[in-house]
């Protein structure tokens, strides 16, 4: 099956043609093309087939479009390939099924063959590729999205064929391009480069006037259209075709280096075209850092020259590219630490993981960066387009360095760039980077003879300097390049009893390894394997067993599950690998605790010992020792912040046995801990759903929610959900479905999506019913009358909560049942029976306080201020909604800081301290905003309509949003009471 765009978008199936059935289908597929892995929500789709004016029925029409294109694809056995996720859909394609893909694959393959040198296939790949369009992209299907993917593939192809014109000149066929570049230049006036090789090609057949011809008719050209002069480059090219440089002349052969010539040998490049958060993400700079020097001035030059405001309308963007171990990143954050005074907002900073199976996702990169510049959990919206416009509003006027690690490719990097002055960017990639428009690219390689020695010297000292000739030897066998360089140093700076001789000696031992050095990825890893081979058996062993760990960097106790030893000795054994720097160790800024981190090339290399020296069935045993242990660590974590294993269900994956020392350090603030390993529990879902242990799976994606609900981490809440719902579902494993079921259902429940959360409880129910399992239907039950009691009706609310206390009764969850008795003791007051409350609330407070559970505690609290404002005890509510505040602040619960804020405005405002109470209310208005809790942001916009001071218009302004709110909550009775208020105001 192949998707085609390069023209009218088609699918096609061995020569055979399918029709798309109207133009609203070929516009949501090429939607969902242009956006494939990732999900469309359907209200996208809705806005971009008709224009942002749909009609009532457009729902529906989505998805009578999503049913045709299914048959289409079921017909070439492709049904799969277009799923349905949460309010939208997704489209799954291997890079080879999309047209657009290939283009994508050939032009990289080109770029690799031009690296190794070989031209001429590199010019076949590129051909090829342009081959591809047979129309104009994506012909007739109307939609913004759908013209920015346009764009950006005929700007790419425009790229590609600039690219295999310079590869052409440097084949020296100049006389068959001429021709060529005169019909693209009567097709693509402005694009500066073709003129450029317009010119040069002119200039090698002997036609020196034309060329010059050539280069006044494209400065009339710039003048008239855009009112400017052509580049200073192209002006250079003209100067030297007057005075026939020499450099100008084809090359006696194609050169092998991938580097770009200048411009006056091929023609310009391409076009280049809030808070009080400060982030500072920058990892530590490099003591030894030496050499360089050129490379640090042209990159902080660029930087700083154009990241002025009134400079140019985009922010400058540095690219550095290089193999593997040539010290990309070593260079970029040394220059980011020496600019950090020129950044005075702030210093971001994202590992892209470009060599690894598992790129981030910019998504994911852009809602770190959105927290880190002050955005709530909430507040970030789930579309990607949605999400960068964001991201861009909070740079605008800011001054933020921005540090992008090992990027993959541009369709990575792009998403993540600001749109403005001010800012500016560093990129490292072991790819070339050439369509990122207004990019300056820095290619590293190795060090000069003098830089190595000297870099030698930093990590070894004066012995370095005691042996000259030596040291001259070593430099050269280690091939200059960084990471070569700096294992060798570290095994003599920790042997300090060597000469450098000794070292040089037994490197000219494994003289053919050594020759390999100087072929990129195989010097690396002989360069590792010679450290590696030094090494202590336990030291290599736990080396091994580090890359079974997925995860970006790591704690000291988490490799006690790889080996068997004390502490003490683990921490010896890797610090005798930070030593030899086939590990890294970094101090984290929050927790204060060492970190260790494997080098991508280190931890290819340790994936390759252990698989030829460990036994798969020891691999296996050692992966869920592992994962138990973090399930063990999170779930004690749970345990602490609730009092016991309250509100949760568990399974029967094995834990692995974290002693109660361990997590004694670990856990003093529960969510602390659960904050900082994040990304590394998350991972650890990753792999169990990857290796099918699917009990172990959905147990630690639901012990997780602690954290995602606290904090509001919806992206990740979603992710591990659905890999614990796939896993469950692929392996018969009913409860861990229904369980993780119940967990998607709460989720909606946060999101405000009642109805969503409705089907999903229900779906549940029908599952673990059946199961006995009735800790799991009481927490069904307790969420299925929360959603009622938001519709209003209070009579099914009390029935479900009921249930729900007598099947957390029946298991022991005291919490859980704590946590109920505050929600009938709602219901109760709104009743008008403010006793029956108190002694429910008095119950459920004792329950928390004996427990330690402060987050419920802060409920309780919050409930009993409710009851005292509603008996006229203003001082008592004051008290209580005090110590809810003292407590959710504690914890960093921003939902529970606007529900806080709320009672006490409304405290003050009945107390008559209205500057206090408007005050209150204000910023429980706008934090509520924040985090999306949209009951508290409409209430608190109705008590500011209440205060006697207000303004009768600003009231009524109040009041109607307010109702809006309530309405699209379907919350009746205050939807109700806004509008009589409403009225009463207006009236």
Not at 114 to 129: D, N
Not at 152 to 158: C, I, M, N, S, Y
Not at 452 to 472: F, K, W
Not at 499 to 509: F, G, I, N, P, Y
Request: glycine share 8%.
């Amino acid at each position: 099956m192949q998707l085609r765009v390069l023209g009218p978008i088609e699918i096609t199936h061995e020569d055979r043609r399918l029709d798309i059935p109207g133009l609203r289908a070929r516009t949501v597929l090429a939607i969902l093309a242009a956006n494939r892995g990732r999900a469309v929500q359907v209200e996208d789709l809705i806005d971009t087939v008709w224009d942002g004016r749909p009609p009532s029925t457009a729902r529906s029409q989505i998805q009578i479009c999503v049913s045709q294109l299914r048959r289409l694809l079921a017909e070439v056995g492709r049904k799969d390939a277009l799923e349905t996720r949460f309010g939208g859909y997704l489209l799954r394609l291997a890079p080879t099924e999309l047209d657009a893909g290939r283009f994508e694959l050939l032009v990289a393959e080109s770029r690799h063959l031009s690296g190794e040198g070989q031209v001429a296939e590199a010019v076949a790949r590129l051909r090829a590729a342009d081959a591809l369009w047979y129309g104009a992209t994506l012909a007739g299907v109307p939609g913004d999205p759908v013209e920015a993917w346009r764009r950006g593939l005929d700007e790419r192809r425009g790229a590609a064929v600039e690219e295999r014109i310079r590869l052409e000149l440097t084949l020296g066929r100049h006389d068959e391009l001429v021709g060529e570049l005169e019909a693209l230049i009567a097709r693509h006036p402005l694009r500066e480069r073709l003129h450029a090789h317009l010119m040069l090609a002119l200039y090698r057949a002997d036609r020196q006037a034309d060329a010059l011809k050539a280069y006044r008719r494209a400065r009339a050209l710039f003048v008239e259209e855009l009112g400017m002069e052509p580049s200073a480059e192209l002006g250079r090219l003209e100067r030297a075709i007057l005075s026939r440089a020499p450099q100008l002349d084809l090359p006696a052969a194609p050169a092998a280096s991938p580097v770009t010539p200048s411009v006056a040998a091929t023609g310009p490049a391409s076009p280049g075209g809030h808070g009080p958060d400060v982030p500072h993400q920058l990892p530590g700079d490099l003591a030894d850092f030496t050499g360089r020097q050129k490379l640090v001035g042209e990159i902080r030059d660029l930087l700083t020259a154009e990241a002025d405001p009134g400079h140019r309308g985009f922010a400058p963007l540095a690219v550095i590219t290089g193999p593997g171990g040539a010290g990309k990143t070593s260079l970029a954050v040394h220059v980011a630490h020496s600019l950090v005074d020129r950044f005075p907002d702030g210093q971001l900073y994202a590992n892209l993981g470009g060599p690894s199976p598992s790129p981030e996702r910019p998504a994911e990169v852009l809602d770190r960066f959105l927290r880190a510049l002050g955005v709530a959990g909430p507040a970030i919206p789930d579309n990607l387009t949605e999400r960068i416009g964001l991201y861009r509003s909070r740079l605008a006027g800011r001054r933020v360095l921005i540090l992008l690690d090992n990027a993959a490719d541009e369709t990575q990097v792009a998403p993540l760039l600001p749109n403005t002055a001010g800012c500016a960017v560093i990129v490292t990639s072991r790819a070339r980077l050439g369509t990122l428009a207004g990019s300056h690219e820095v290619d590293v390689d190795a060090l000069t003879p003098e830089q190595s020695v000297a870099l030698l010297h930093q990590i070894v000292g004066d012995r370095i300097a005691a042996e000259p000739l030596q040291a001259d030897e070593l430099a050269r066998l280690c091939g200059w390049l960084p990471l070569a360089l700096r294992i060798a140093g570290a095994r003599l700076a920790s042997r300090p009893h060597w000469r450098v001789s000794r070292l040089v000696d037994r490197l000219r031992d494994q003289s053919q390894l050594l020759d390999e050095l100087v072929h990129r990825d195989l010097c690396i890893r002989t360069t590792i394997g010679l450290s590696y081979h030094s090494l202590p058996e336990r030291s290599r062993r736990l080396l091994r067993r580090l890359a079974l760990l997925d995860c970006e960097d790591f704690p000291l106790w988490v490799t006690a599950p790889l080996l068997d030893e004390p502490p003490s000795v683990l921490e010896d054994l890797l610090e005798q690998l930070v030593d030899v720097r086939l590990l890294e160790a970094h101090g984290h800024p929050q927790s204060g605790s060492t970190r260790y981190r494997l080098h991508d090339l280190v931890r290819v290399f340790a994936r390759e010992r252990l698989l030829a020296e460990e036994p798969a069935q020891e691999r296996g045993s050692l992966v869920r020792h592992v994962l138990g242990a973090w399930l063990a660590v999170a779930e004690e974590a749970h345990r602490r912040e609730y009092g016991g294993d309250f509100t949760i269900v568990h399974g029967t994956a094995a834990r692995w046995p974290v002693p109660r020392t361990v997590t004694d350090g670990l856990l003093g603030r529960p969510m602390d801990w659960l904050e900082l390993e994040r990304r590394n529990l998350v991972s650890a879902v990753r792999q169990a759903d990857a290796l099918g242990l699917d009990e172990l799976c959905w147990d630690l994606a639901f012990t997780l929610v602690t954290l995602f609900e606290a904090r509001s981490y919806f992206d990740e809440w979603a992710e591990t959900a659905d890999l614990a719902l796939s896993a469950t579902r692929r392996s018969g494993n009913r409860r861990g479905e229904g369980i993780t079921l119940h967990s998607l259902g709460a989720m909606h429940m946060f999101l405000r999506d009642p109805g969503q959360a409705e089907r999903m409880f229900t779906a549940a129910l029908r599952i673990l019913r059946p199961l006995g399992e009735r800790h799991g239907v009481a927490l069904v039950e307790r969420n299925l009358a929360y959603l009622n009691r938001l519709r209003g009706d209070d009579r099914a609310a009390l029935r479900g909560y009921e249930a729900a206390l007598a099947g957390l009764g029946s298991v022991g969850d005291l919490v859980g049942r704590a946590h109920v008795l505050v929600s009938i003791a709602g219901i109760r007051l709104e009743q008008g029976d403010p006793a029956a409350a108190q002694a429910l609330l008095g119950e459920a407070l004792t329950i928390c306080r004996d427990a330690g559970a402060r987050r419920v505690e802060a409920q309780v609290l919050h409930r009993l201020g409710e009851l005292y404002l509603r008996s006229g005890e203003l001082r008592r509510a004051e008290e209580s909604f005090q110590g809810t505040l003292d407590i959710v602040r504690a914890a960093s619960d921003r939902t529970g800081e606007a529900y806080a804020l709320h009672g006490l405005g409304v405290v003050y405002g009945r107390d008559g301290r209205l500057a206090k109470a408007r005050a209150m209310l204000t910023r429980a208005r706008q934090i509520a905003g924040q985090v999306v809790e949209r009951v508290v942001e409409a209430q608190a916009l109705y008590e500011l309509s209440q205060l006697p001071d207000r303004d009768r218009a600003e009231a009524a302004d109040q009041l109607r949003r307010a109702a809006d709110i309530f309405g699209e909550l379907q919350a009746r009775v205050w939807h109700a009471r806004a509008l009589r208020a409403l009225a009463d105001v207006s009236g």
